[in-house]
């Protein structure tokens, strides 16, 4: 294990917490409890430090149930082995869920599917390290209605370069983080993924070769002007007046109000999109 330096005495460096941790206030919710509904159902194995001295290991499926014996705020640890392929907090109580402490080392999971909907008193990410999305393809509704939590920019180095459908992926939250060096070159659906945000970012360098709908995408978006002209520009690769950059044809898209610029580039990539390439884009019209 890699030796460090710190004020002049050599540490250890400490290996990456195993597992998934988090923080419930059972006051928020309905009694001193806490339900857990992860999915998956064969081969399932995982363990759950409840964060009271009581630690269960469970060994199959459905939902699992632990009353605490008072209200409170714990830190729940959760050790998964094997069969889990979703967290599904949404499932379990998500108005109890506060805090995201640390991801965890755990590479089952292939979806992301409605993982922490509706976690509307979920107000931060305190983890530094970042989740294993190796084998997840969705994240259709992930953070959908995550109305408390403030993102932090540490989600832009996730791997999400196998990820397909990021349908919703923010919707309904306070989501504006810098994701532009997110790999989307497997996506095929970008429907509404920051629509009623307050996303005004970057979005030139999105590659996004595969995606056939980006539907409602900005709607109701804070995006401007700059990053919507430019983003179709980067899109398409527009250079020397002609696209390098391989899309998908008669592909919706909504841009909310922002406006391309007449006579410039982001009209002329614009007229390409609707007239060479069939797609049908809602924006605030030109400038």
């Not at 400490?14 to 059972?26: D, G, R, S, V």
């Not at 509404?192 to 056939?212: E, G, Y």
């Not at 978006?221 to 696209?243: F, V």
Request: aromatic share 14%; proline share 3%; with cysteine.
């Amino acid at each position: 294990m890699r030796i460090i330096l710190n004020n002049g005495k050599y540490l250890r460096k400490q290996p990456p917490i195993a597992e998934f941790i988090f923080k419930i206030n059972t006051n928020l919710g309905s009694g001193a409890s806490y339900n857990y509904l992860p999915g998956g159902s064969t081969g399932v194995n995982y363990t759950i430090d409840y964060g009271d001295g009581t630690v269960v290991n469970y060994t199959s499926g459905g939902l699992k149930t632990y009353t605490y014996a008072s209200h409170g705020i714990y830190t729940l640890k959760i050790l998964y082995v094997s069969g889990v392929n979703n967290y599904n907090f949404y499932q379990s109580e998500a108005t109890k869920i506060i805090e995201i402490v640390n991801w965890g080392t755990y590479s089952g999971l292939n979806s992301m599917f409605r993982c922490f909907r509706l976690c509307t008193n979920l107000t931060t990410i305190s983890a530094t390290d970042y989740p294993d999305l190796t084998n997840v393809i969705n994240f259709n509704e992930m953070f959908v209605g995550c109305t408390s939590l403030v993102f932090p920019s540490s989600i832009s180095n996730w791997d999400v370069s196998n990820v397909q459908d990021f349908t919703s992926c923010f919707r309904l939250s306070l989501f504006d983080v810098d994701i532009s060096s997110w790999d989307l070159s497997s996506s095929t659906t970008i429907n509404r993924i920051v629509k009623d945000t307050p996303f005004n970012q970057s979005i030139a360098n999105w590659n996004i070769p595969n995606v056939i709908s980006v539907f409602n995408s900005f709607l109701n978006s804070n995006l401007d002007n700059n990053n919507y002209q430019n983003g179709i520009i980067g899109w398409a690769g527009w250079t020397s007046g002609a696209p390098t950059k391989t899309l998908q044809s008669n592909v919706s898209a909504h841009f909310g109000t922002a406006k391309y610029e007449i006579g410039g580039e982001s009209e002329d990539v614009r007229n390409y999109l609707t007239g060479t390439l069939g797609w049908t884009i809602t924006d605030g019209g030109g400038i």
